[in-house]
Structures are given as structure tokens and as C-alpha cells.
């Protein structure tokens, strides 16, 4: 016969910084054991935040520009000591008359603020007690070069063009990784958005934050 026995770990539970070592079998309160996903233990414990441009209401106007290196409109800034992984980003196009793309990519610094303005909200956990703070600072709307870009790397597209029929409607591109990338700070997620006519648009970032001990 097995006895199992683990420990009930909601809030802030024991985390190791090193590997091959025991641990206790991590459970809910009543006794069962933890088979949810990493990513939901780790949203259950108040890891996972999102930021974003534009408000419940309105929609952010962007310059008539297609996107431009140290130029972006969206950033997650990770500073040293933190690791993230973006599991999801969105863009809602609210209005446009010409062609307009979109690209969220990784760079291996940090990217600073540039001229920018704070992101219209963010860093929220999407815990709403909100047991931890966020480490990174989010930023959009760049209209001053950012720290010049190391290895950036795209990970996700979009491509709209109304220009042919001079349409104004909405449109959803949403990025849903198979795989998270594990963003190690100091480092960037961004989102760069660029358009023909001015576009407006809003669109948000979601991702799970841990000390980067825990993964590095």
C-alpha cells in the first residue's frame, strides 16, 4: 500500500535554486494533488501580469509609420535578476484605411525607455489580490530611439491591408506560442506596430514572472 503525503502550497510556496534535491509533492488545501499546469500554479500564486495600450473605452492612435527599429510601441523592460515568459499578446484594430503589420520579437537587452510614455496599464497581475509585484516596467509608444536592439528576434507576425477597399472595421491578431520563450532579464518583449495610415489600435502583453534563480 502507498501513502502519499505533500505539502499544501498556495500562497507563496518553498522554491528550490538548485536541482537534485527532495521536495515535498506540492497539493491544494484539501489534500489533492497539484496537476494543473505550471503556468496556472504559477497565475494561482500571482505570477502572470499583462500590460497594455489603449482603455476599456478608447482605442490608442499610433503616428502613420511602418515599424521602425528602436521604435517600439509596445515593451516589457525585464531587469537583471527576473526571467519571464510571454504566453500570449493581442492587437485590435480599431481603425485603419491602408496596410498595417504588426511583430512582437525577443531582444537579448534591455531595450530602456527611450522617449516613450508609460503603458496605459501595467504591470497587473492578473491575481487581483496581487501577492507580488512585478519586477519589469512596461512602456509604449516610442518616439525617440530605444537602446539600440541585441539579437532581436521575431517570434509572431500580422499583415493587414484595407487599402484596396478603403474599409474601417475591426480585426483581432492574437500570438499564442506552442512554446513560451523563456526571456531572461536584462532583456525585452515588444510589440512593434506600424502602419500606412495612422491606425488605432489597443493591445496587450500576458506573461508569467519568476526569479530568474528558478530557471537559471
Not at 500562497?11 to 528550490?16: Q, T
Not at 496556472?40 to 490608442?60: K, P
Not at 472595421?169 to 512593434?192: C, D, Q, R
Request: negative net charge.
Amino acid at each position: 500500500m502507498s501513502d502519499l503525503r505533500l505539502t499544501r502550497a498556495i500562497n507563496n510556496p518553498v522554491r528550490g535554486t538548485n536541482d537534485d534535491q527532495w521536495m515535498n509533492m506540492r497539493g491544494t488545501r484539501d489534500g489533492a494533488l497539484f496537476t494543473a499546469s505550471w503556468f496556472q500554479a504559477l497565475s494561482l500564486e500571482g505570477r502572470v501580469f499583462a500590460c497594455g495600450i489603449g482603455t476599456l473605452s478608447d482605442g490608442e492612435a499610433l503616428p502613420a509609420a511602418v515599424i521602425t527599429t528602436l521604435r517600439p510601441m509596445l515593451w516589457v523592460r525585464v531587469p537583471s535578476g527576473t526571467t519571464i515568459m510571454p504566453v500570449y499578446a493581442s492587437l485590435q484594430l480599431e481603425a485603419a484605411t491602408g496596410q498595417l503589420e504588426a511583430m512582437v520579437a525577443i531582444d537579448q537587452a534591455d531595450m530602456g525607455n527611450g522617449t516613450s510614455s508609460a503603458a496605459d496599464y501595467g504591470p497587473l497581475s492578473l491575481r487581483t489580490d496581487a501577492p507580488v509585484t512585478s519586477n519589469c516596467t512596461c512602456r509604449q509608444e516610442a518616439t525617440g530611439d530605444v537602446t539600440a536592439e541585441t539579437n532581436l528576434a521575431p517570434v509572431g507576425r500580422l499583415y493587414h491591408d484595407d487599402s484596396a477597399t478603403n474599409l474601417v472595421h475591426s480585426s483581432l491578431w492574437e500570438w499564442k506560442p506552442p512554446v513560451a520563450p523563456v526571456v531572461v532579464g536584462p532583456s525585452t518583449f515588444a510589440m512593434y506596430i506600424g502602419g500606412s495610415a495612422a491606425p488605432t489600435v489597443t493591445a496587450q502583453i500576458i506573461w508569467a514572472e519568476v526569479p530568474s534563480t528558478d530557471v537559471v
